[in-house]
């Protein structure tokens, strides 16, 4: 299961430059095996081009690498916090794509403006507030998973039907059942994040789209009753 997933998560990371998510070794991706509670990442600081199979690094949930010779991203310890936190996570992204990551550096919230964005995302998009300087001097990596589940946690957000969060002043880390699932909230969340900075730019005094039309594009695809696309065989 390992090697598999091993091929999955180089897959899903390649399958970042190709969708203009990341430049440079600006991004990384993980999934987690269910079975075995193991954690695949990203080496830190490897080209794209450069990566094999072989240089994905396996971790146990404590942060031990149990296979591979290379350093894990050195985000690895926030993949793990949300990964511990919300045991139905099995694949999450971080990236700095430029139109997700302006509104994280303005520290602001991506609001839900129109169904493109309820196709995918069940609300509008939280930004996470800043870390404190004992945060950031601390544990950081942790710490920045830590306040993005505190955020999750107070705002009473379903971490499936709002797969992705902004961190201020930083970037944006996005989640799902798989990795590139996760990959997929990644390119959408970058998408919606361009649709609404051009919304305001039209109008400034824009408002959310109406809850009934968010609900009922978003539920048509992801709800129990969900008729869009066709029935799995």
Known sequence: MVKELKKQVLLANLALPEQGLVKYTWGNVSARDPETGLVVIKPSGVPYEDMTEDDMV?????????????????????????????????????????????????GMDIPLYGTTHADHFADAIPCARPLTAEEINGEYEKNTGLVMIETIKARDIDVMHVPAMLCASHGCFTWGKDAMDAVMNAGVLEEVARMARLTRLINPQVKPAADALRDKHFYRKHGANAYYGQAKK
Do not use: K
Request: proline share 8%.
């Open 58 to 106: 396996v971790l146990d949930m404590d942060g031990q690498v149990v296979q591979g010779s290379l350093r894990p991203s050195s985000d690895a310890p926030t993949h793990l916090a949300l990964y511990q936190a919300f045991p139905q996570i099995g694949g999450i992204v971080h990236t700095h794509s430029p139109e997700a990551t302006a509104w994280a550096q303005a």
